[in-house]
């Protein structure tokens, strides 16, 4: 018999639509994995983490639930290999969470970077006062990973803090109540952080430079237009530094080596518009997104169809929650009526 694959597990939260930061930075490497069928992938949109810094805006963490399902529909995560379900929908994580909470100090999560760094950003959400489910999300980023048995967990850098506060519980349940519990390994994506239109180091929602899976062919053109070129050129015949210019950064992208060659040496040269340059792109750009739209469009036109992957993926996922439940209530000694 074939030996049981290793799940997979990863997600986000569904704050906003995906973009091509995004899909370079994470849902390519899930699409490899996928792919390659060397693990069990399973997909979760975490909403209940969403709510930690958008608790009093409910109407968005909905809508965006059904934007990122559709999102990865879209790009070709298959719903016959992956498992894709709604954090909320698995109540034992939450039940997780509270055994878990005994074994993480105040100070451990005070101290995690990815916090840190959040917090920060937070400002306007928190002011200097954090809510404890914010400050404890990466105890039910732990409960998400181990409720499912997850071995690895493909994530960025950023997301490193997390896993080793998981690792951590996970050790430390196992130490009190016995080996039950298996440690995810992080395998952290190898493909860059993707800057934003604007030159910005990121790209996101908040800073108004991304380019979205679902945008539209105007859209696209419109965002290109305005993308940052080289501030030495002004006339054509200038030389100019695609090193600096975020049109060329793009191309790298979405071209051909071919092109990306010409396009450097033609403007280097003096020999190229940035008008001219900056419609290949979006027509590059384009040609990327369109079979993206078509997919998208179609799982649109069936919700029904959305709504019974989902089911299953819920449905599938629940059962492995509810063995992991009765193995760690057994092993708490929360057994009860089970002799
Ligand atoms: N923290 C992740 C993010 O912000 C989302 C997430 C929630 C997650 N639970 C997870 C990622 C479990 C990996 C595994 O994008
Ligand atoms: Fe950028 Fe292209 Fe203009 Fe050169 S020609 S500055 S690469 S847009």
Known sequence: MEAKKKRMLTGDRPTGRLHIGHY?????????IQESGEYDPYILIADVQALTDNFSNPEKVRKNVREVILDYLSIGIDPKKTTIYIQSMIPETAELT??????????????????K???AQKREVFGESVTYGFLGYPVNQAADITVVDGAVVPVGEDQLPLIEQC????????SIYGETLREPEAILSNTKRIKGLDGNEKMGKSLGNAIYLADTEEEVNKKVMSAVTDPARIKKDD?????????AYYHNLFSTPEEVQCVCEECK?????CVACKKQLAKNINTFLAPIREKRKYYEER???VENILKEGTEKT???AEETMRKIKKAMKLNYFEN
């Open 24 to 32: 370079f930075g994470s849902l390519k490497t899930r699409l490899a």
């Open 98 to 115: 509270v055994f878990y909470s005994n074994l993480v100090t105040i100070a451990r999560l005070e101290r995690n970077p990815t916090v």
């Open 117 to 119: 760094t959040e917090l």
């Open 167 to 174: 690792r951590e519980i996970v050790r430390k349940f196992n």
């Open 239 to 247: 030389q100019g530094h695609p090193d600096v210019c975020m049109v």
């Open 269 to 273: 040269e003096g020999k190229r518009g």
């Open 303 to 305: 919700p029904e169809l």
């Open 318 to 320: 629940k059962k492995t």
